[in-house]
T-cell receptor
């Protein structure tokens, strides 16, 4: 089945630790995205990548880092510099950046204790 | 960047009712997307609109691309309990490299 997978579904970390969230897609999409969602809020763009080995900051990139070494994979690292990392993180992909519909993964809920 | 305003922010539905919600922008959009998010899940694309005035259905859902290109509407007919969730509108922000911008969502709840 084609789709986007995120793992794990739930993640707990101690304050001050870096943590990496996984996102994989087998849709052969060029573009991938990371969003953050806080309770009762909409989606805010963290980082996006329109092509392998290239990525751009979104609206709230501070305290996060990404890599795009493979077309299928776009991992997000939440660093200790992120002041309020507890949130629901959503990965998405689209055929090409911008005008195409984005398809979302199931999300990872990160809780920092 | 452009902002999308959704209304209402929340609504209660009773089974069998028709409900509607809308999304407005101060700038024109060339594409409107409607997503539904169930609790603890990722948003799922419901309907995509590409042309001003376009009316598109997906089962009991109907969405329209406003003629001014600054708004869009989503209607749910004969609502059922599984319609509960958050509905987001989205569109590419031409002032920000066509990155997708999302509205704040309309939360649909069941009337007690």
């Amino acid at each position: 089945d084609g789709g986007i997978t995120q793992s794990p579904k739930y993640l707990f970390r101690k304050e001050g630790q870096n943590v990496t969230l996984s996102c994989e897609q087998n849709l052969n999409h060029d573009a991938m995205y990371w969003y953050r969602q806080d309770p009762g809020q909409g989606l805010r763009l963290i980082y996006y990548s329109q092509i392998v080995n290239d990525f751009q900051k979104g609206d709230i990139a501070e305290g996060y880092s990404v890599s795009r070494e493979k077309k299928e994979s776009f991992p997000l690292t939440v660093t200790s510099a992120q002041k309020n990392p507890t949130a629901f993180y959503l990965c998405a992909s689209s055929m090409a950046g911008g005008l195409d519909e984005q398809f979302f993964g199931p999300g990872t809920r990160l809780t920092v204790l | 960047g452009q902002q999308l305003n959704q209304s209402p922010q929340s609504m209660f539905i009773q089974e069998g009712e028709d409900v509607s919600m809308n999304c407005t922008s101060s700038s024109i959009f060339n594409t409107w997307l409607w997503y539904k998010q169930d609790p603890g899940e990722g948003p799922v694309l419901l309907i995509a609109l590409y042309k001003a005035g376009e009316l598109t259905s997906n089962g009991r859902l109907t969405a329209q691309f406003g003629i001014t290109r600054k708004d869009s509407f989503l209607n749910i007919s004969a609502s059922i309990p599984s319609d509960v969730g958050i509905y987001f509108c989205a569109g590419p922000d031409m002032s920000a490299g066509n990155k997708l911008t999302f509205g704040g969502g309309t939360r649909v709840l069941v009337k007690p």
